[in-house]
């Protein structure tokens, strides 16, 4: 599992990992209003809460991904993804479960209120969650990195 | 090492908490910090009583939708209501309510009010459109009754059970 460690490798990882992100925040920033109903539609989240965490999360996903890509605070910033990606498939899986007619306002917000593939959309956060987690474990602390050399 | 992670959380946490509401101050599509979005689902107790319900405005200017019980919806059919189905057209294909027209909301919501009158040109503005989709868990039946009231449509109704509750009760449907 040596290539794991590889920093190209790594550095693809947290393109793609970030790159997805700022890809997905976009459509959110420029129409809260639509996230925030999209949100809604999950019937997740107490009323209160819905527009505050339409208008923060946006700019957490922006944010761990900027820093992602640029290589800052890489640690706190996988960690954040790992977190906001189980609190996306934890959502999805019981949107689907519950057989909601949801859009999953992950992507693009033009889809609300519409069937999404919410299963696709499941095993990509999946395989998102594996690559931040392989970037988190592998960006180890610059002290602990010195000592292993 | 564990402070140090920690520090950066707290760092990436604050920096996207400021961003998110100064950003949401300046924006011009800025959203109220705290909404109600019980009142959507909220049926009209007004609607059944034999008096015409006061109709109440929106801030936008328009009137307020009406989500109405089952048994008015019944009767506005029974009445010869207009019924508006706001699901794709594959879905509105599978069955609907008898004689109901589809205006799938996905498309609808992007005209212009202008070619939305156009739509809807054959309706009475001031008389009862019941707009209603899948059943209660689908939001367009909502969606499509503001759009339509925005368009300038005085008399929209909600029917939140959908195709499913009448379907359910056995209600005329149709291919």
Known sequence: MNFLS?????????????????????????????????????KFLPDVFINIFAIVMPYLELVTAVFLILGIF???????????????????????ARGLDISCGCFSLETVSEKSDILLRIVEDIFLLGATFIIFIKSKPIIKQEIQQ | MKRSLLKEIIIIVSVSVFLGFTMNIISPNKIPLIQDYSSRHQIDSASSDKQKPVRQFTKEGFVKPVNVKIQDVKKMFDEGAVFIDGRPPEEFATGHIKGAINIPYKEFKDKTVEQKLEILKAYDKEKPIVSYCGGTECE??????????????????IYLGGYKEWNELGYPTEK
């Open chain 1, 74 to 96: 890489k640690r706190g910033s996988s960690l954040l993804i790992i977190v906001m990606l189980i609190v996306f498939i934890v959502s999805l899986t019981q949107a689907y």
């Open chain 2, 140 to 157: 367009i039946s909502i969606d499509n009754a503001y759009e339509m009231a925005k368009a300038g449509y005085n008399e929209l109704k």
């Open chain 1, 6 to 42: 590889n920093k190209y490798f790594l550095l693809i990882l947290r393109l793609i990992v970030g790159g997805t992100f700022i890809y997905a925040c976009a459509g959110k920033l420029l129409n809260q209003e639509l996230f925030a109903r999209a949100i809604y539609n999950y």
